[in-house]
């Protein structure tokens, strides 16, 4: 599975942004997708996942202001980013699990302002 992210930029604190990733496959037939994000000297970390199933889960520091979705006709998962704060900033990467494997983006980096 090929994985395409897009969607990033520069932003201002308080401002959104979505991001989109096109899966190569159908992700109805993928065990789960999510966002993970690594900041400059940070570890990647987790930020949204959505399963097979439609259940989501989200990282504590982004609760109430990222939503995770997906269009399954369109093999894609995006995540909607509100309220964005400087903190969040970070290359952004789509991931997929299926099949007992790991598929990673390109990633997308998204910057915000103060």
């Known amino acids: 599975v090929q994985l395409q992210a897009s969607g990033g930029g520069l932003v201002q604190a308080g401002g959104s942004l979505r991001l989109s990733c096109v899966a190569s496959?159908?992700?109805?037939?993928?065990?789960?997708m999510g966002w993970y994000r690594q900041a400059p000297g940070k570890q990647r970390e987790l930020v949204a996942t959505?399963?097979?199933?439609?259940?989501?889960n989200y990282a504590d520091s982004v609760k109430g202001r990222f939503t995770i979705s997906r269009d399954i006709r369109k093999n894609t998962v995006y995540l909607q980013m509100n309220n964005l704060k400087p903190e969040d900033t970070a290359v952004y990467y789509c991931?997929?699990?299926?099949?007992?494997?790991?598929?990673w983006g390109q990633g997308t980096l998204v910057t915000v302002s103060s």
């Open positions: 959505i399963t097979k199933g439609g259940s989501t």
């Open positions: 991931h997929a699990y299926g099949s007992g494997h790991d598929y």
């Open positions: 496959a159908s992700i109805f037939s993928i065990d789960a």
